[in-house]
């Protein structure tokens, strides 16, 4: 078939045409036209402004970026822009012998990244001319007679490495998570880049719904969105009814309502404003001294505190933390975080565990309130007490911030241990109280028993204090423990009151 551009392949009666029939497409429309630098209506340059705030790029765009609500049919353009792609693709003279095109689809998970594989399977089903090119199907995709594979691919860096790419659909990419990488969606998108430059119309789409003002989506935001000097990267950020007038309005201002914060993100496109990083990169790595430690060995007449975070084996790691305070320096010390992933027998951990307690000498150890009560019933077989943080895990991380801030924490070259700090999230609740903890689909089990055994360190006791409810800043806590504190310089001056013997229950 004679090569058409997109708009008229979108259009063909016996192409794409079933899936993209009415006006309600138009706004996609106007931003393929741009994307792909064809003609445009003043109509659809109006619209189209309105969508990337700029005039359309004078040539075909090497990365299209859709920052666009939910429901507003991203992934079906997707899948279009896979199809076509791979259709009209001739790789005769554009790939070595043997050589064959990548179509790559990434997302959040397999499930996710399906989503577009799946649409476009359907046109390969149904459409003579697509079908006409299957070679064979495969466990992740199917193989085209072109020359090109379409094939979802792991979201990781490494499974792109070495493959010429012809179209990459980074899909929910403001959600990527791996516990390998603090920044899975930069990493994977410095290693697509490469793969494409041996292909002339290699094309990068980004689609997503915005989150935190953090990561590639929003890097590509802010130096892409509104801006006319860089023609090889369009960004459109448009809410889920501007692309797809079949919404009810009313029920999208019922969750505006019920929900500002999320809603906005949801349907407005609009990056959330009261969700955070906690600690960034740069701040962690210049508490790591020596890249090559990884564990401190015990030392004579040192006094260790340890902290630890229990699982029940099926899902979730557990981890345990032994630090100390160096009276010299007043510098806090990591010195061993031990880790074991699920599955694992929870009677095996806490043995092990109970053994690495007595070579450092703690007899102690601090843990998560809300196991209940079997890790204090199998460490104490072992001879090791387990005392429940009276702390909650979220009031933790908020109390180590200042730790963290002024330098006094020295921690372990700990890949993962990095990577979940700074994949911790600050909210700020409708109140203005702020809560610490990862984001959906993280883990955080090293950095929680970290920063326990750090702030135990801190504080010189097992921080085992009568809370009272929340001042100004969202911090209160008994004289005794905020004068310590103070003293230490681990927190700022705040609301401080004497508490008698009932006001614990307060929290």
Not at 68 to 75: P, T, V, W
Request: hydrophobic share 35%.
């Amino acid at each position: 078939m004679k090569r058409l551009n997109i708009i008229e392949a979108m259009d063909h009666p016996k192409l794409f045409g079933p899936w993209f029939q009415g006006p309600t497409w138009d706004g996609w429309r106007a931003i393929l036209r741009a994307a792909y630098c064809l003609p445009m209506s003043d109509a659809e340059i109006a619209f189209f402004r309105t969508v990337a705030e700029r005039d359309p790029p004078k040539k075909r765009v090497k990365e299209l970026w859709l920052c666009c609500g939910r429901r507003a049919g991203k992934d079906s353009v997707a899948s279009l822009v896979v199809a076509y792609e791979s259709f009209f693709f001739d790789g005769s003279r554009k790939l070595r012998r043997g050589e064959r095109a990548l179509v790559a689809c990434f997302g959040c998970d397999k499930d996710q990244a399906k989503i577009e594989l799946d649409y476009a399977k359907s046109y390969f089903d149904d459409l003579a001319p697509l079908k006409a090119l299957v070679r064979r199907e495969t466990m992740t995709g199917f193989e085209l007679t072109n020359s090109c594979d379409i094939s979802i691919v792991t979201n990781n860096d490494r499974s792109v490495r070495g493959r010429p790419i012809l179209t990459a659909v980074l899909d929910e990419c403001s959600r990527y998570r791996d516990a390998d990488s603090a920044t899975p969606d930069v990493e994977l998108y410095r290693a697509v880049k490469p793969g494409m430059k041996t292909i002339p119309e290699s094309l990068l789409l980004g689609i997503s719904t915005p989150y935190r003002k953090s990561g590639i989506l929003y890097d590509k935001f802010k130096a892409n969105f509104g801006h006319d000097d860089d023609d090889d990267v369009l960004f459109i950020k448009a809410p889920s009814i501007a692309l797809n007038p079949t919404l009810n309005q009313a029920e999208i201002d019922k969750e505006l309502a019920d929900d500002p914060e999320g809603a906005r993100a949801e349907w407005l496109a609009e990056f959330r404003s009261d969700i955070s990083a906690f600690i960034d990169r740069d701040m962690i790595a210049r508490c790591i001294p020596d890249p090559s430690r990884h564990e401190l060995p015990p030392m004579p007449d040192v006094q260790y505190v340890a902290f630890c975070d229990p699982s029940g084996g099926s899902s979730d790691s557990m981890t345990l933390a032994i630090g100390h305070r160096e009276k010299e320096t007043d510098k806090l010390i990591l010195d061993c975080l031990r880790e074991r992933r699920a599955p694992f027998s929870p009677e095996d951990v806490v043995a092990e565990f109970a053994g690495v307690l007595r070579q450092y000498g703690v007899s102690t150890v601090r843990g998560d309130r809300y196991a209940g009560m079997w890790p204090r019933e199998r460490f104490a077989v072992h001879g090791i007490e387990y005392q429940p943080s009276e702390l909650p895990k979220s009031q933790i991380y908020l109390e180590c911030l200042n730790l963290f801030t002024s330098g006094r924490v020295e921690l372990l070259a700990n890949k993962k241990l990095e990577n979940e700090l700074v994949g911790l999230e600050r909210r700020t609740a409708r109140g203005g109280r702020d809560s610490i903890d990862h984001g959906r689909g993280d883990h955080d089990d090293s950095a929680n028993a970290a920063c326990g055994c750090l702030l135990l360190a801190a504080t010189g006791d097992s921080h085992n204090v009568s809370w009272a409810a929340a001042g100004s800043d969202g911090i209160v806590y008994d004289a005794a423990y905020g004068e310590k504190m103070l003293a230490i310089g681990g927190l700022p001056p705040v609301e401080r009151r004497a508490l008698d013997s009932n006001t614990s229950d307060l929290m």
